[in-house]
């Protein structure tokens, strides 16, 4: 009988633990439930979710002279890879050695893996894009790089103007700007054309990366017949060109959405899915680190400008090509608009898969996620060529603790992450090359040899 006692007893006690235990974590749930419903006017958390990349219909923002289907999705899904249509380099010794992904990596959150992306005009990959570097064949003037930090690939359903100043996109925040699309930089006059930011962003892209599309390309890369499955209705003599490469990349844009993220699988309802680290750190996020004032929606992105005074490209202490003090990118917003009310103002980025960006903020001048979040912590600007009148009147000091700190850092680290990237990423591209890059010392690098 005793032994039966003891017995009972300990179980008693196991199961009061498991109870508490469980207890304790639904207590987060509802916690993080509570305070991102006060964050949406629906009070429904599932304004959050991220749609599923393979049900069109789901997918915000489209183009309407640009719809979605899947022969465009996977014809994008390889050019923008592509090194074979690196064809207007520089330097004829560099041509097909370059693609859009040289300065967008997938595994690297679609960034470069450095502090500046760099196409054409520069050589190696070392692991993660970190060994890239200019080529002795080319002068710094003459490599293609901007003065700014690329923004990722992911999520883009999300973002109706493109660039960190929101430049391209006929509509969005765009309406009302035309004064500013007929200027000196004749590449912005593209939003005449009445499209949305990524089919007019794309456009550009390709030509200012030194890309180009014909029949004879198409052809001699095996090409044709993708571009005839995904753009039967346009004619012959505009089917096999930059405007539909630029639209199939688009299109695969909108489909590359990190919902596999482990706060996705939370808000879908598995609560197994984020630590209670996590779950503690998003409670950080939505309440007492008042990120939501401008990171919303499925995306924790916005489509407005705000100036949280971060330092330029030019001065992140690293060698930089094409950027100096007059870069009309360190103006931000202000920089297109030319209104000095948008001075300095930068478009709010999305905030997944940051895990291995490396380089944060527009002029990658924080390095880890912890300085980020000490940053916003703090609320002192970097920037002194910032006015403080032109600084969000939002970004004021949080006062958090070492342990908030450190519960905002890997819900943003590892909560907010998708791990299966690689889903979006092609197996190899039509012309077999090596892919992001092309040149002698990437191939071997990335293995391709
Ligand atoms: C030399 C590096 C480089 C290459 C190559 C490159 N990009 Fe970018 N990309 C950038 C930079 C830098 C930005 C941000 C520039 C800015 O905001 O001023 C950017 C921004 C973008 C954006 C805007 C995203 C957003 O959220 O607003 C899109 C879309 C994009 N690139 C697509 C492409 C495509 C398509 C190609 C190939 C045709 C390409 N990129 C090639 C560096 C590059
Ligand atoms: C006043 C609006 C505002 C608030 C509030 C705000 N952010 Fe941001 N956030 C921005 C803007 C704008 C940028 C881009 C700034 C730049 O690069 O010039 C940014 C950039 C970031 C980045 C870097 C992303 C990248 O691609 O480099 C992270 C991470 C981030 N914010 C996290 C947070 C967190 C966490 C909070 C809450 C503690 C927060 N933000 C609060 C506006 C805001």
């Not at 760099?118 to 064949?137: P, T």
């Not at 765009?174 to 200027?183: D, I, K, L």
């Not at 609560?271 to 950080?284: D, L, N, P, Y």
């Amino acid at each position: 009988m005793k032994k039966w006692f003891a017995f009972l007893l300990g179980f008693s006690v196991v199961l009061v633990i498991v109870a508490c235990e469980k207890t304790a974590v639904s207590a987060l749930d509802e916690e993080l439930k509570d305070a991102m419903s006060k964050t949406v006017s629906s009070g429904d958390i599932r304004d959050y979710l991220l749609p599923d990349g393979s049900d069109y219909s789901k997918i915000p923002n489209q183009d309407a002279k640009n719809p979605i289907n899947s022969f465009k999705v996977a014809l994008g899904k390889m050019l923008f890879y592509e090194t074979g249509i690196g064809l207007v380099g520089h330097d004829g010794a560099l041509k097909q050695t370059y693609s859009c992904s040289s300065c967008h990596i997938p595994s690297m959150g679609f960034t470069p893996g450095r502090f500046q992306g760099i196409a054409d005009g520069a050589v190696g990959f070392g692991d993660h894009g970190e060994g890239r570097h200019k080529s002795e064949l080319y002068l710094g003037e003459e490599v293609d790089a901007q003065g700014a930090r690329p923004l990722t690939m992911h999520n883009l359903a999300y973002v109706t103007n493109t660039l960190w100043s929101g430049t391209f996109g006929s509509f969005g925040t765009n309406v009302g700007t035309e004064h500013a699309w007929s200027g000196e930089d004749t590449l912005v006059q593209i939003n005449f054309l009445g499209l949305e930011g990524l089919e007019a962003n794309n456009f550009r892209a390709l030509q200012v990366h030194r890309q180009l599309v014909n029949r004879q390309i198409t052809d001699s890369l095996g090409y044709t017949a993708l571009f005839d499955a995904a753009f039967p209705d346009i004619p012959h003599s505009e089917r096999y060109s930059l405007k539909t490469t630029a639209f199939a990349i688009a299109a695969y844009f909108r489909t590359i959405l990190t919902n596999k993220a482990p706060f996705q699988e939370w808000i879908k309802g598995d609560a197994s899915a984020m630590t209670e680290q996590q779950k503690r750190g998003a409670i950080v996020f939505f309440t007492k680190g008042h990120c939501t004032n401008c990171h919303q929606g499925p995306a924790l992105n916005a489509m407005r400008y705000e100036a949280v005074g971060v330092n330029d490209l030019y001065e992140s202490g690293h060698e930089v090509f094409r950027t100096g003090p007059n870069d009309k990118r360190n103006l931000g917003r202000g920089g297109f608009t030319k209104d000095p009310r948008d001075y300095y103002k930068f478009k709010v980025p999305q905030l997944y898969n940051l895990k291995h960006t490396q380089f944060y903020f527009h002029g990658s001048s924080k390095t880890s996620l912890e300085e980020v979040v000490d940053y916003f912590d703090a609320a002192v600007p970097e920037n002194p060529r910032v006015p403080v009148e032109q600084l969000s009147p939002v970004f004021r000091p949080l006062y958090l603790s070492a342990q908030e700190k450190a519960d905002l850092v890997e819900f943003l680290r590892n909560g907010l992450y998708d791990p299966f990237i690689e889903r979006y990423v092609p197996s190899s591209v039509m012309s077999g090359n090596c892919f992001p890059n092309n040149d002698h010392y990437s191939k071997r690098d990335l293995g391709c040899n």
